[in-house]
């Protein structure tokens, strides 16, 4: 079993830019693939970025492909995630969470988060 850990999670304005990171406990970090989800208030949980065992496998979201980036320490067992050049419509309460395999669905994920929330003002 796994247990994830968010923080730095605040209030940012537009164009600005936010890091949040996920320590991890349990069994081996370094098994899990590790991804972000955000959720919106009144609006299904979706997909925002993945990242592989190795840390070298990245995938995102086409809604922040180019702004955000994610990574991996192992040896700290922690993800990042760094927003840049922040939007309003990022405002939601963001998650980490670990599976089994590489995926995008809330389904493929075994471990979530409690969330910290993120938000952009215009």
């Known amino acids: 079993q796994v247990q994830l850990v968010e923080s730095g999670g605040g209030l940012v304005q537009a164009g600005g830019s936010l890091s949040v990171s996920c320590v991890a406990s349990?069994?081996?970090?370094?098994?899990?693939?590790m991804a972000w989800f955000r959720q919106a208030p009144g609006k299904e949980r979706e997909f925002v970025a993945r990242v592989s065992w190795a840390g070298g496998g990245t995938y995102y979201a086409d809604s922040v492909k180019g702004r955000f980036t994610i990574s991996r320490d192992n040896a700290k067992n922690t993800v990042y995630l760094q927003m840049n050049s922040l939007k309003p419509e990022d405002t939601a309460v963001y998650y980490c969470?670990?599976?089994?395999?590489?995926?995008?669905?809330?389904?493929?994920?075994?471990?979530w988060g409690q969330g910290t929330q993120v938000t952009v003002s215009s």
């Open positions: 969470a670990a599976g089994p395999r590489l995926s995008t669905t809330v389904v493929n994920y075994d471990y």
């Open positions: 349990g069994r081996t970090f370094s098994r899990y693939v």
